[in-house]
């Protein structure tokens, strides 16, 4: 038989070596488990606010203004040109100097990688004019009436598979041989040349000041289309009482002319017919005393900019009235810079522009957002600038020869807090609006982000379900809790606690698919119903007073809903039964057309159904929060009340409700939380059209809705892809809030209950 | 004057209110039984085998037409809906009774629906010998069998036709699952092999390995054996399809044209109108198990949700493997171990908020962060041959799943945090009393007390999870994936695929699909199985909740 040693007892000895080792390792342990939870749980909970942070985190970038980088500064012997542009990649840059040199070069060094000397066919070169950036053409006018178009272009080859390779080149989209403007071969003074597509047009200001508008048009022949002509137009604008033109532009689409004359005026034509050029305005853009010293087209045409000789920019574009005219309005200005602006530079992409004024401070702009990201000091003699097709690069060379490449880190010009939440006037509107329109097929189209009328749609839909589901709730939540016979309530409670489960997308699909067309077919019938069933219920009531003793002792206090349901039911089906009559009656058999033609909008899906389904999914919600505060009150507080005589009703409504009613608000505000942020019923119950009215029969677009609709084909890092992370931290913060002050209350409550 | 003075004291006694408040809960109670009932009968009645009803039919001034299908719906409409669809009651009939009739034959028709007013109807029959007949394109099929036939060779009419016909069915639905099961696992598993080796190749660019060497011939050398292997199935197809491609059968539709379905095209057929109630109901359960157990058709409006069913399932296990470890640990960190003070009861707050936030915030968060930022970086670092088609930085299951963990994890924190708030004081004391340490304690005592707590939040959290929407369609859902999570490709669990969804399903279905009169009964069926599963799983949870409270009113006395 084995001796019992302390080393192979199942409990070792107190204060032996094994005990000690033992009682060591099992604090390591606890330690261990101490640490590793505490970890572990901090980790959770930082994950779970790290959302708040990560959303901040993408959204922060909309609101932070533009910054420069100095890419490169070098000194270049070239002359000094009158146009610099820089290519998308900011490594090409390109001179048009004025003696009909076309050069290319590295944009970081300053060395020549091409040369062009244009074809001048011994004439002297007397107006050099650019088209829209984004089309790259560039015209010459000489000083015999004729003029020349070139274009830039940048061949871009991957020759090895990786590196890229770029030749830039000049190519004549009219060919070499001049054109002939002026037949009376005067010198042309001013000249503005669009080509786009098929169709160039000419603008020629001459040295005696004629205005000329000269038109090519190829025509592919509709049979074959390899072969075409070129059409040819000519017209002559009179220009009598007009005194010395100092811009002539044509806008992209050649529909366009504006003029700009030495005293400040704007003549604003049409020349779409190019032989009945129509003057639509003529109109005093600058007050006296200062002058209009650059003129620019923003991208896409539509807009133009006026830069003027006391620093400011202002914006115009061609408004429409009532009437279908249009007259040239100052939409907004920008007075940051202080004295006279004499370059701009358009971006290509989007609705920004930069300036140089003559101080030699650069100013960068947004005009949607109506914002000024950056004027800083730049250089200090003038200067031409080229700003590349991204908006992200410049260049820059002073008379004297001195060149700056710069980086332009500008993400976000299009958002502030005035484009997100205020009107705004947009282009082709006739006045400021709220508007949500994220995209478009077009390239210059102008993205309007308003977050207003996606929270007014927000906010509708939980108007009309607080409006349904409150009373509901509440109301029963009082019967529930007070009223009710225990039995009745035990399988009430959780019947409709298990709502709050229900997913929301089939409920949004009821209301889409089932509810939508049933309230169309019997609008009348839902109006009846909405009326009748607190009528019909009181009507019961009064009856059952009347009904025999023995009768109403079958159904015992607190069962009167079992007494309800078929009441409920019953009009129900009588009121969609009678739908056909009235409508027939009072609305010529068709409610909704009657509304229609009346001047109220009807939408199959909208307000009353999302009011309807929405008001459905957030009454478990209410109505459990309120039941559990009802049958909280202490019951002594009751039964005082019932014993100085007070009948049961009022015992309710001044003693419990009133201890309650914090209770009762957070429970309402949890609610609100999540009408607000639920996405599916909305989603599917309404049209999504973002407009901005209270009509219960029209639809809206809510921001939960935009999120899923929009979310998944947001490019990453756009301004569309932070909007919509803003619209998710509104939705956080909303949510968070009510949710917060609805906890605050209800601990509160919590704490009174247990001292009363 | 009697009678109104006592109905001003009934008003004064407040009875009426509480009546009507007795009606708010009558209203609730209607409308949350009504709507359960209305999706369940919906749902249910989508499996019956409804009869085909054969209609003669003229309209006022046209000749008469036979029309064939089932009987859907029918309502009485005023004559002004009526007038804006182009139908005019004689003067004086202000309301008229229609039937929606499902004719089916989209391919002859070109719809699957057709109003008909009772008014016009000549003669209504049932016919024994009418068939419908479920395909795989087009709809269903309503008409008579005329014969069967064998490359072009009549082999069975008449009598025969329909015995020759089901026994030719049953070969050739045979055929296509072969044909669908090769297709699947075998040249999927091919096409998988070519697709890796595209990657090693391209991973030997990437290291710089010049190319000509022997990794490049080796890669080279396996993909010609994958593409003779490849080349000997697609022959061993081509048989199959020339022997699925063999029978047709002749069929006539309502208004006396013939027409030919090849065999291939048809899933099943039956005569409705011949059938007895059980009969009937072995084809009700079997088109139920077809229901819940086939792959969709006819992009989602046919056919099965087994996609759908198997992608929610796995995503809520995945997210449940995810959720109850981090949630239990932060519950009995904030419990147990957090200096219980102003910090922690704010964190509470903030927890027990974090439960309302919008679930399409965590969509976006989930998007944001897990899929661009996350799953950006791990194909960066893991899987740069494979760009710039992305593994991880996709919406996929995993991600969806980490998703919603996040979205459930205050519902588990929440319900365990109560569930060791209700262990009893004395059971903890007395483990300490015994020298346990306070892990020990924990671990032995007060975590398998707290289990069904635990359990109660989880399966709260699933059936939260599992009829969230909103979230998965920015991580991870789509409507109709290529293939499932789970294959016999390595690794055999894809956890970067796209999944299907329930929730998503109905809504997909219900809104995005070209064809929602047709799929709507569809969707509807949908519907009630979501239901089913999120209440029974919140039935659990209450069962096991009030099971619980129970255990310690009695360990407490």
């Known amino acids: ?756 | 004057m009697k009678q109104r003075s006592s109905m001003k004291i009934w008003f004064d006694s407040g009875k009426p209110w509480v009546w009507l408040n007795a009606g708010a809960v009558s209203i609730s109670l209607v409308m949350v039984v009504g709507l359960i009932g209305l999706i369940a009968v919906r749902g249910l009645s989508h499996f019956w085998p409804a009869d085909i009803v054969e209609l003669t039919y003229a309209e006022p001034g046209e000749e008469k037409v036979m029309l064939v299908g089932e009987r859907v719906d029918h309502e009485t409409v005023p004559a002004a809906r009526l007038a804006l669809s182009g139908v005019h009651l004689p003067e004086g009939q202000e309301t008229a009774n229609r039937t929606l009739l499902k004719i089916g034959n989209r391919d002859f028709f070109g719809l699957d629906f057709r109003w008909i007013n009772d008014p016009w109807i000549a003669d209504t029959q049932k016919p024994a010998g009418l068939v419908s007949i479920e395909r795989r394109e087009w709809g269903n099929f309503y008409g008579y069998l005329v014969n069967v036939k064998q490359q072009g060779e009549v082999v069975a009419q008449g009598e025969q036709a329909w015995d020759a016909f089901q026994q030719r069915l049953a070969r050739s639905n045979a055929l296509y699952n072969k044909i669908k099961d090769i297709e699947k696992s075998d040249i999927g598993k091919i096409n998988h092999g070519l697709e890796d080796l595209r990657i090693d190749e391209r991973r030997l660019e990437l290291d710089n390995v010049e190319k000509g060497t022997a990794p490049y011939l080796e890669i080279e050398e396996e993909r010609k054996q994958l593409n003779t292997r490849y080349a000997k199935l697609r022959e061993e197809l081509d048989e199959l399809y020339s022997e699925l491609n063999r029978d047709q059968i002749t069929v006539k539709i309502s208004d006396g044209r013939e027409a030919e379905i090849p065999m291939a095209k048809i899933v099943q057929a039956y005569k409705p109108n011949a059938m007895s109630t059980m009969q009937k109901l072995g084809q009700y359960f079997h088109n139920a198990w077809e229901f819940v157990s086939g792959e969709p058709r006819e992009a989602n409006t046919e056919g099965g949700i087994f996609p759908a069913i198997f992608g929610t399932v796995m995503m809520v296990m995945i997210m449940s493997v995810l959720v109850t470890p981090f949630g239990v640990i932060a519950a009995v960190y904030l419990k147990e171990y957090a200096k219980q003070g102003a910090v922690v009861r704010l964190i509470r707050i903030a927890v027990n908020n974090l439960a309302g936030v919008p679930s399409i915030v965590y969509g976006v968060f989930g998007l944001g962060f897990f899929v661009y930022f996350i799953g950006g970086s791990v194909d960066e670092i893991f899987f740069q041959a494979k760009l710039p088609s992305p593994t991880f930085g996709s919406p996929g299951l995993l991600w969806a799943s980490l998703t919603l963990a996040i979205l459930t994890v205050p519902v588990v924190i929440v319900a365990t945090e109560e569930g060791l708030s209700r262990i009893p004081r004395a059971i903890r004391e007395g483990s300490l009393a015994l020298g346990a340490t306070k892990a020990e304690t924990l671990w032995r005592t007060v975590l398998p007390m707290a289990a069904p707590a635990m359990m109660t939040g989880l399966i709260l959290a699933v059936a939260r999870a599992a009829g969230e929407v909103a979230p998965l369609m920015m991580v991870g859902v789509v409507k109709l994936a290529p293939s499932l999570a789970i294959d016999n490709i390595a690794p055999y669990l894809h956890l970067d695929r796209q999944f299907m969804h329930l929730g998503f399903h109905i809504y997909d279905v219900g809104f995005q699909s070209p064809n929602v009169e047709a799929a709507r009964p569809l969707v509807y069926a949908t519907a009630f199985l979501l239901v089913l599963i999120i209440v029974v799983l919140n039935l659990a949870a209450i069962g096991i909740r009030n099971r619980l409270r129970e255990t310690y009113k009695a360990s407490e006395s």
């Open chain 1, 1 to 756: 038989m084995q001796e019992q040693t302390v080393e192979n007892s199942v409990l070792p000895a107190p204060g032996s070596k094994v005990a000690n080792r033992r009682r060591a390792w099992r604090e390591v342990k606890d330690r261990i488990a101490k640490y590793g939870v505490a970890v572990g749980g901090i980790s959770v909970i930082l994950a779970i606010v790290l959302i708040f942070f990560y959303l901040l985190y993408v959204v922060m970038p909309l609101f932070q203004g533009a910054s420069l980088k100095t890419e490169a500064t070098y000194h270049s012997d070239f002359k000094q040109p009158v146009f610099l542009s820089l290519n998308e990649y900011n490594t090409v840059a390109m001179a048009l100097e004025a003696s009909g040199v076309v050069r290319f070069f590295d944009a970081k060094t300053g060395k020549t990688m091409s040369e062009t000397t244009l074809p001048l066919d011994g004439k002297t070169i007397s107006t050099v004019s650019a088209g829209a950036a984004t089309t790259g053409v560039f015209s010459y006018g000489f000083n015999d009436g004729s003029a020349l178009v070139i274009k830039e272009k940048y061949k871009v080859t991957y020759p090895t598979g990786t590196q890229r390779v770029i030749v830039p080149e000049v190519t004549y989209p009219l060919g070499e041989k001049h054109v002939a403007i002026d037949d009376q071969g005067k010198s042309i003074s001013l000249l503005s040349v669009q080509s786009y597509e098929d169709k160039t047009t000419f603008v020629a200001y001459t040295e005696d000041k004629r205005l000329i508008l000269k038109r090519f048009e190829k025509e592919v022949d509709f049979l074959d289309d390899t072969q075409f002509t070129i059409k040819e137009e000519k017209h002559e604008i009179s220009l009598t009482d007009v005194s010395s033109l100092t811009q002539v532009k044509l806008d992209i689409d050649q529909r366009e002319l504006y003029l700009v004359d030495d005293k400040g005026f704007i003549y604003y034509y049409d020349v779409q017919q190019l032989d009945k050029p129509r003057l639509i305005q003529k109109i005093k853009a600058v007050p006296t005393g200062v002058d209009i010293t650059s003129f620019e087209f923003l991208t896409g045409g539509i807009s133009i900019l006026v830069g003027r000789s006391d620093g400011h920019i202002d914006q115009w574009f061609p408004v429409r009235d009532k009437d279908n005219n249009y007259t040239l309005h100052n939409v907004r200005s920008f007075d940051a810079q202080s004295s006279p602006i004499i370059a701009i530079a358009p971006e290509q992409a989007r609705k920004g522009f930069l300036t140089l004024d003559k101080t030699g401070h650069l100013g960068i702009y947004h005009t949607t957002a109506h914002r000024t990201l950056l004027v800083e000091p730049y250089v200090n003699s003038s200067a031409v600038i080229g700003l590349s097709p991204r908006a992200n690069g410049f260049i820059s060379m002073t008379d004297k020869g001195d060149v700056k490449l710069l980086d332009i880190h500008n993400e976000h010009p299009d958002i502030s807090w005035h484009s997100l939440w205020e009107k705004v006037w947009y282009e082709s509107r006739d006045k400021p609006e709220y508007i949500w329109q994220s995209s478009s097929a077009s390239n210059d189209f102008e993205p309007k982000f308003s977050l207003t009328p996606l929270t007014f749609g927000t906010i509708k839909a939980a108007f009309y379900a607080m409006l349904v589901a409150v009373p509901l709730a509440i109301m029963g939540a009082i019967f529930t809790a007070y009223f009710m016979s225990p039995r009745m309530r035990s399988f009430v409670k959780p019947t409709i606690e298990i709502m709050e489960a229900l997913p929301t997308v089939i409920l949004g699909f009821l209301a889409g698919l089932w509810l939508a067309p049933l309230v169309e077919d019997h609008l009348p019938g839902v109006f009846t119903l909405l009326f009748m069933l607190p009528v019909m219920i009181i009507l019961t009531a009064w009856g059952w007073t009347k009904l025999p003793k023995a009768w109403r002792e079958r159904i015992p206090d607190g069962w009167e809903p079992a007494v309800l349901i078929p009441i409920v039911l019953l009009v129900g089906y009588v009121s969609m039964a009678s739908s056909g009559a009235i409508e027939l009656w009072l609305f010529d058999g068709n409610m909704p057309q009657f509304l229609n033609d009346v001047g109220i909008n009807y939408d199959q899906r909208n307000s009353l159904v999302v009011g309807l389904v929405m008001g459905f999914a957030v009454i478990p919600t209410i109505f459990s929060i309120t039941e559990d505060a009802i049958f909280g009150v202490p019951k002594h507080l009751t039964i005082g009340s019932l014993a100085l005589g007070a009948t049961p009703w009022q015992t309710m409504t001044r003693v419990v409700l009133l201890t309650a009613s914090p209770g009762i608000f957070s429970a309402v505000m949890i609610g609100l939380g999540r009408a607000v942020g639920e996405t599916m019923i909305v989603l599917m119950a309404t049209g999504n059209t973002p407009i901005m009215d209270f009509n219960i029969f029209e639809g809206f677009r809510a921001l939960s809705a935009n999120i899923a609709v929009e979310m998944p084909e947001a490019e990453v890092a756009s301004s569309h892809y932070r909007v919509l992370f803003l619209a998710a931290l509104v939705l956080f913060l909303a949510t968070f809030i009510l949710n917060t002050v609805a906890e605050i209350v209800r601990q509160r409550l919590r704490n009174k209950y247990s001292s009363l």
